[in-house]
């Protein structure tokens, strides 16, 4: 296991990028960088920067991110 109060580690901090996003409203799967993963009913589809998709969990996705205005 490592560990990560070691030396040689710093902090970062994510940076601020928009994304889209939806909320389902029923279980779903979707192709991402990584192979197929599930989603919840409730849970969020994220189109990333890029264009990759991949699922959040609604929890996560709410603690997160905001809603902005373009």
Do not use: N, S, W
């Amino acid at each position: 296991m490592i560990d990560t109060m070691a030396e040689g580690f710093k902090h970062y901090r994510k940076r601020p990028v928009v994304v889209q996003a939806k909320q389902m409203g029923e279980p779903f799967e979707v192709q991402t960088l990584e192979g197929t993963m599930r989603g919840k009913a409730g849970d969020y589809l994220i189109i990333g920067v890029i264009g990759e998709r991949y699922p959040c969990d609604k929890e996560i996705f709410e603690r997160t991110y905001e809603e902005v205005q373009l």
